[in-house]
């Protein structure tokens, strides 16, 4: 089935204690982005790679690092989590350029930083 | 820079009446606009987008360029349309921003029996 992973579903950790959220598609698309959901602001971009090795920020990428090694996976780091970076992710893939085909989402990853 | 805004939070409507969820862009360039859906605990969906001109669920859409407004339309509502809806900008041709999709905010729906 053709569809974007992410892992983990939930995660719940500290303040300042480095983690990784994976992401991975099996469509062969070009392009991979990573979305923050929070109540009333909408998805606001964080960032997102057009290919392998290109990689570009969003609307707010501070605090987060991507990396596009594979053309399959766009995991996202953040190196030191804070309480407000508490939020639902998504990932997401495009075929092309997202101007013509839009963005297919993941289930998303429910994070908590206390 | 491109923004959308989408001035509803909420929208209530009983089966069977119209709906008309709002949407406002601003972007200096040509933008492609899109409408999301998200259904309760389901992942985001791609509704329709205005470049191919489609009809998805009874849903319809008209860009209005000098009202800069993508306004999402059905003419008889139906529960399952109940979600939320998120209207969505990417800029045409945008070289270094050719992976940017900008959300609006989004309004929840909800359609009483």
């Known amino acids: 089935e053709a569809q974007v992973t992410q892992n983990p579903r939930y995660l719940i950790t500290v303040t300042g204690k480095k983690l990784t959220v994976t992401c991975s598609q099996n469509?062969?698309?070009?392009?991979m982005s990573w979305y923050r959901q929070d109540p009333g602001l909408g998805l606001r971009q964080i960032y997102y790679?057009?290919?392998?090795?290109?990689?570009d920020k969003g609307d707010v990428p501070e605090g987060y690092k991507v990396s596009r090694k594979e053309k399959r996976n766009f995991p996202l780091i953040l190196e030191s989590p804070s309480p407000n970076q508490t939020s639902l992710y998504f990932c997401?893939?495009?075929?092309?350029?997202?101007?013509?085909?839009?963005?297919?989402f993941g289930s998303g990853t429910r994070l908590t930083v206390v | 820079a491109q923004r959308v805004t989408q001035p509803e939070k909420l929208l209530s409507v009983f089966k069977g009446a119209p709906v008309e969820l709002k949407c406002n862009y601003s972007?200096?360039?040509?933008?492609?606009l899109f409408w999301y859906v998200q259904y309760s605990r389901q992942r985001l969906q791609l509704l329709l987008r205005?470049?191919s001109r489609e009809s998805i669920k009874g849903f319809t859409a008209d860009l209005n360029k000098g009202e800069t407004s993508f306004h999402l339309k059905k003419p008889f509502a139906q529960e399952e349309d109940s979600a939320m809806y998120y209207c969505?900008?990417?800029?045409?041709?945008?070289?270094?921003?050719?992976?940017?999709?900008?959300f609006g905010q989004g309004t929840i729906l909800t359609v009483h029996p």
């Open positions: 972007y200096s360039g040509s933008p492609e």
């Open positions: 969505a900008l990417s800029p045409l041709g945008g070289g270094t921003s050719y992976g940017k999709l900008t």
């Open positions: 469509m062969n698309h070009e392009y």
């Open positions: 790679s057009m290919n392998v090795e290109v990689t």
């Open positions: 997401a893939s495009s075929p092309r350029q997202p101007s013509y085909y839009g963005y297919t």
């Open positions: 205005h470049i």
